[in-house]
C-alpha cells in the first residue's frame, strides 16, 4: 500500500498545500517547527481518524480558521481510494472514502494502514502501562475493526460505571444501573483481551528476533501480555474469558463501592516486556530500552505485513537521530518491502544515504 498524494487546507501550519509521493522512500527534511511532523500526523490521521497527538480535532485546525480537510489519495488493496477529512469548530467532523460518506474512523483503516514511530515510542518500556495499551490498541484498532468497535463500547461503559460510582454518595440509587453496565464491561472486555493476547503473542515473536539481532546476539526479549488476574489464560475461548471477567469483577463490588473507583477489567492490562530474564522497565539502560521499543515497532510492522498481505506505510518522525550508528544502520536495513517517510533535519545525511524523493518544509510549505 503507498499513498500518492497529500492534500492539506488549512490544517495546523498549512494554509494549502499539495504534494505528490514517492512509492518508495520520502524524505522530509527541515528545521523545528516548521510542520515535518504535522505532516506525519495527517498521514496517520487519515489511516485512522484519529490523531496520535492532538486531545481533539479542533487543535488540527489552523488558528484564524474555522475548518480544515485533509485528503489523501491512496493505491492499496489493488484499487485506487481518496480518503477525506472535513474538521470543523462548530460541527462534527465529516469523514469520507471515494466521495461516499462512512460514520466511523475505522472505516479509514480498511483502506490503508500506517506505523508511525516518534522519539517518544523510545521510551515505551520506561512509562507506565497507560502507553503500552496505548500501543496495543492503536496498532489493534487499524488491524481489526472489531476490535476498535469493542474498545469504543468498552470505554463508554467504563465512564459510566465510573461516573456512577463517583456520585453513589448522593445518588445511591444510581447503583441500581450497575449491572447492565457491569455486563457491558465483561462482554467487551472479552474481545479485548482476546484480541491483545493473539497480538502479544505475533509482538513478541517477532520482537525477539529483531531485538536479538540488534543486540548482536547477546540478548533475549520477551513481551507477555498481562491482564486480569482471574483469566489464567487468555488465549481460551471469548465465552470463557467473559466468564472469569465477571467473577473477577463480582469479588470486587465491595472494593468497588467503598474506593468509588473501577477496579477490574481490561482498562489496567500491561506487556511485560523483558531482556534476558529481567524487567526492561526496572533494569534496562538506555540502550536496550531503545532496542527494545525499536524492536517492538518493527515487528509491528511485520504483523500488520501478515494480517493485511501489504506493508503498512512506516512513518519515522526524527527517530534515527535519537539512535547511535548501529542502530540506526539497522532500521535502515529493514525499512524495505514498503512505503517509508522519514524527518530529519536539513543537515542531515539521509538524503543521499536512502535517495527516493526529499521535500524540505518551511513555514507549513511543502518545497
Not at 25 to 43: D, F, R
Not at 136 to 147: E, G, K, N, S, V
Request: proline share 4%; net charge neutral.
Amino acid at each position: 500500500m503507498r499513498i500518492d498524494a497529500l492534500r492539506l487546507e488549512n490544517y495546523r501550519n498549512y494554509t494549502g498545500q499539495t504534494a505528490w509521493f514517492d512509492p518508495r522512500c520520502n524524505v522530509i527534511s527541515g528545521a523545528n517547527a516548521q510542520g515535518k511532523t504535522n505532516l506525519l500526523e495527517a498521514l496517520v490521521y487519515l489511516s485512522c481518524g484519529k490523531s496520535p497527538r492532538a486531545r481533539s480535532d479542533r487543535e488540527m485546525i489552523r488558528f484564524d480558521a474555522p475548518s480544515a480537510r485533509m485528503e489523501a489519495r491512496v493505491f492499496a488493496r489493488d484499487r485506487e481510494f481518496r480518503v477525506e477529512a472535513f474538521l470543523s469548530r462548530e460541527r462534527r467532523r465529516k469523514l469520507s472514502i471515494n466521495q461516499v460518506a462512512v460514520k466511523t474512523a475505522s472505516s479509514f483503516s480498511e483502506v490503508y494502514n500506517t506505523v508511525f514511530f516518534c522519539p517518544e515510542d523510545l521510551y515505551l518500556i520506561r512509562e507506565g502501562a497507560a502507553e503500552r495499551r496505548r500501543f496495543m490498541d492503536t496498532a489493534l484498532c487499524q488491524l481489526r475493526p472489531r476490535y476498535a468497535a469493542a474498545l469504543a463500547s468498552y470505554n463508554r461503559a467504563y465512564e459510566h460505571k465510573t461516573r456512577i460510582l463517583r456520585d453513589s454518595e448522593e445518588r445511591p440509587d444510581l447503583l441500581e444501573t450497575l449491572p447492565d453496565f457491569n455486563e457491558q464491561m465483561v462482554r467487551f472486555g472479552a474481545l479485548i483481551v482476546h484480541y491483545r493476547y493473539q497480538f502479544a503473542a505475533r509482538l513478541e515473536e517477532y520482537a525477539a528476533l529483531h531485538h536479538k539481532e540488534c543486540s548482536g546476539g547477546n540478548e533475549e526479549l520477551t513481551v507477555s501480555y498481562q491482564t486480569v488476574s482471574s483469566v489464567t489464560d487468555p488465549g481460551a475461548p471469548i465465552d470463557v474469558i467473559a466468564r472469569h471477567l465477571r467473577s473477577h469483577m463480582e469479588a470486587h463490588q465491595a472494593a468497588e463501592r467503598a474506593s468509588r473507583l473501577c477496579l477490574s477489567g481490561p482498562h489496567k492490562d500491561d506487556l511485560e516486556v523483558s531482556i534476558n530474564g529481567r524487567s526492561a522497565r526496572m533494569f534496562a539502560s538506555q540502550g536496550q530500552t531503545r532496542t527494545a521499543a525499536l524492536s517492538m515497532k518493527l515487528a509491528e510492522r511485520e504483523i500488520y505485513k501478515n494480517v493485511v498481505g501489504e506493508y503498512p506505510v512506516l512513518l519515522l518522525d526524527d527517530v534515527l537521530s535519537e539512535l547511535d550508528p548501529r542502530r540506526q544502520e539497522f532500521v535502515l536495513n529493514r525499512i524495505a518491502g514498503g512505503q517509508v517517510f522519514i524527518t530529519c533535519c536539513e543537515d542531515d545525511r539521509l538524503p543521499q544515504l536512502l535517495g527516493g524523493k526529499v521535500f524540505h518544509v518551511e513555514e507549513g510549505r511543502i518545497l
